[in-house]
């Protein structure tokens, strides 16, 4: 299986989706360079192209023509001399969800937790680049020593998800839940509310589960961390993915009545005060575009074309698409699943396509096909191009520190707290 850079330039000629049929791109846009989308407030093609940016987002200058015009052989060449000049100074961190153009260059590739982690054990380089977005870089920039400096290679790789979920929105929801619960234990010793936000979530948010008490959880470790916070909390505000908290505290036995959604445009979240008197986990309403193409009639489908395929999913999906799934995990564990399957086995996977793709190309026994036909991939993930590596690369040989990420001490300190806390809460076996 072609990457999915080649499979959309081929989406007029050859390519092919995995039941035989031409290939399809939710945007031709996405054939274009991610620089003819730099300065525009707009998440770019890809999943997340109809999701509404917030004013004041990050936005990248123009990237030099140079590296706009370099063939992408060009690119890898200077790639690699300037990693090889940089030496032990420089390392790449890579997202499972990058293109393989920019995997191929990573030191160390994996998700959210794995790639926190990693930002950890290199306390020798000078800079860390983070083939990610911006909120991973955050992350990195928390979590490093304070000589080391961290690189976006596209300032305008956000993520819709994390933006779903802002500082002033949090605050607001926190004061109602104060004032409906107070701030009292109970007799056990439990505060009447935790908060917990998914990594994919600003430096603010972060901090601002530090400061209460609460902590920062990612796909791999969320049930870990949901046991955290119940051995702590009488109930759990979870932001801001909606589909992460349902499913995995639908998973630890916590009904759905007690899961109420809170609509930070509304009063109480558009909810009673009895209905939150009575949840366990109060839900943000938000959502990964990515995991919101997959639906029950792709499984279905998947299930009716490869009768024994095996399904998993990223618990980032609607529940409606786990529970029709055989397995639900991390990218992480998506990967170790395929890795450890000794019989050739047709697996249908819903996550990232540039992920799905990768797998097929390093598992060839395996039939591996995205439940998703259609070539949709993240849309800031898309946006770190060979080009925006080269020129920061180069910029760091030339003694140029070029899109640094700098998280102020006052959001880091707090954040550090719950982000360590996450980092203990190791994901279950």
């Not at 046991?227 to 993915?241: C, I, K, M, S, Y």
């Amino acid at each position: 299986m072609v990457s999915v850079d080649q499979t959309i330039q081929l989406i007029r000629t050859t390519g092919r989706n995995a039941q035989g049929q031409p290939a399809e791109a939710c945007s031709p846009a996405l054939a274009k360079g991610p620089w003819e989308f730099d300065g525009v407030l707009q998440y770019g093609p890809g999943s997340s192209m109809s999701d509404v940016i917030p004013v004041g987002s990050p936005r990248q200058g123009a990237l030099p023509l140079e590296y706009q015009r370099a063939g992408v052989e060009e690119l890898h060449e200077r790639i690699r001399a300037a990693k090889q000049t940089l030496g032990d100074r420089v390392v790449v961190l890579g997202h499972f969800y990058q293109r393989d153009e920019i995997v191929q260059h990573a030191d160390f590739l994996g998700d959210s937790f794995q790639l926190a982690n990693a930002a950890q054990t290199v306390p020798n380089a000078e800079a860390i680049v983070f083939c990610g977005v911006h909120f991973m870089a955050e992350t990195a920039d928390i979590l490093a020593q304070p000589h080391q400096q961290v690189i976006l290679p596209n300032l305008a790789a956000g993520c819709s998800m994390a933006d779903m979920a802002d500082i002033d929105s949090v605050e607001e929801c926190w004061a109602q839940l104060e004032a409906l619960y107070g701030t009292e234990p109970d007799a056990e010793g439990r505060v009447p509310v935790i908060p917990v936000t998914y990594m994919n979530s600003s430096a603010a948010l972060k901090g601002f589960c530090g400061r209460h008490g609460g902590i920062v959880c990612t796909s791999s470790n969320a049930e870990t961390v949901l046991e955290w916070a119940f051995e702590r909390g009488q109930r759990v505000l979870f932001f801001p993915d909606q589909h992460l908290g349902r499913n995995t505290a639908k998973k630890m036995g916590v009904p759905l009545e007690r899961m109420p959604m809170w609509n930070p445009r509304k009063p109480l979240g558009g909810n009673s005060g009895d209905e939150l008197l009575d949840a366990r986990v109060v839900l943000w309403h938000g959502f990964c575009s990515v995991h919101k193409r997959f639906t029950p009639e792709q499984v279905a489908q998947a299930r009716a074309e490869f009768p024994g395929v095996r399904v998993i999913v990223h618990p980032e999906c609607p529940m409606a698409v786990v529970d029709a799934a055989d397995e639900a995990g991390s990218t992480d564990y998506i990967r170790k699943a395929v890795a450890a399957a000794v019989e050739p086995t047709t697996f249908a996977i819903g996550t990232e396509i540039n992920m799905v793709n990768r797998l097929a190309a390093e598992f060839p026994q395996h039939t591996i096909f995205c439940l998703d036909p259609v070539v949709c991939p993240c849309s800031t993930m898309y946006r770190i191009h060979p080009g925006y590596l080269a020129w920061v690369l180069e910029g760091l040989v030339a003694g140029e520190t070029l899109n640094r990420i700098e998280v102020p001490e006052t959001v880091a300190a707090d954040a550090r707290v719950a982000l360590e806390r996450m980092l203990d809460a190791k994901p279950k076996a």
